[in-house]
């Protein structure tokens, strides 16, 4: 199936061997979009985190061993798996800029588009969301709490995208050209290394657009097809060779393409 064409495709870079692993984008993910703090976080099966960072290796000992650190948000699929199998429309690839909705008063808990991400970027909310005590105060005012019984999953800061688009009609320009860093999701504008780039990656005046583009560049499973909107970036070739692009002919997969 073909991915459908967007004007604007926000989509979002993340340099591999800038990345610490200092789990930041992790924090400021769950505080912009109000995710409550487990009941019992020792339980890994029921966890909720829009963003995780998994730890890589490259298997080797002594002065040969290398880590990376790799921040998965939702990929954003052009042609995602989640969207077809739900029986309620929950989701879907409609909204110009290609980010995946999640329509929460809809989802019934299925859990049909979880056993189809191959991602593993959406989680099932087990636990109605309770907050410590004064912790209420500093909840986000634009993002609303889910209920328990609902799938979740990142969306790019959606809220923020509407901010950007508002402010830039409020300064006369237009909100379908959004100059490059008026709409930044809470991750990349925390990162301390500046590991996170995010941008419109068919627009030239976006920095995201070279970087997607570099010899380095990559993407994660894109022999399956999903057309991902997230890119990553490593300089070490036995990083890139984890995002496993290799199809049953031993060529790896092309990332350099925005279709």
């Not at 340099?15 to 979009?33: F, H, I, R, S, Y």
């Not at 029921?46 to 490259?58: H, P």
């Not at 657009?209 to 097809?225: N, P």
Request: hydrophobic share 35%.
């Amino acid at each position: 199936m073909k991915a459908k064409e967007f004007k604007i495709t926000w989509g979002m870079v993340i340099d591999l061997d800038k990345c610490t692993g200092c789990g930041a984008c992790m924090t400021a993910c769950q505080v912009e979009n109000n995710i409550a703090p487990m009941v019992d976080a020792s339980n890994k099966m029921r966890t909720l985190s829009w963003m995780l960072v998994y730890e890589l290796s490259n298997k080797k000992s002594g002065a040969e061993a290398e880590v990376a650190y790799l921040p998965r948000p939702c990929m954003q699929c052009g042609n995602p798996a989640c969207v077809p199998v739900c029986p309620v429309i929950a989701t879907d690839k409609n909204e110009e800029g290609g980010i995946v909705s999640q329509v929460y008063p809809r989802c019934i808990g299925c859990r049909y588009c979880m056993a189809a991400c191959p991602y593993h970027a959406r989680y099932f909310n087990w636990e109605d969301p309770v907050f410590p005590k004064g912790m209420e105060k500093a909840l986000s005012p634009n993002t609303s709490t889910r209920p328990r019984g609902v799938v979740e999953k990142c969306n790019f800061c959606h809220t923020r995208l509407m901010q950007a688009k508002d402010k830039a009609r409020q300064d006369g320009g237009s909100p379908e050209a959004l100059a490059d860093g008026a709409y930044m999701p809470a991750c990349a504008e925390i990162c301390p290394t500046g590991a996170i780039s995010f941008g419109d990656v068919k627009n030239k005046e976006h920095k995201v657009f070279d970087l997607a583009q570099g010899k380095d560049a990559f993407r994660l499973l894109e022999k399956l097809g999903l057309n991902p909107q997230v890119y990553y970036v490593s300089k070490r070739e036995w990083v890139r060779k984890l995002g496993d692009n290799y199809a049953a002919t031993g060529k790896p997969g092309a990332a350099k393409k925005h279709s």
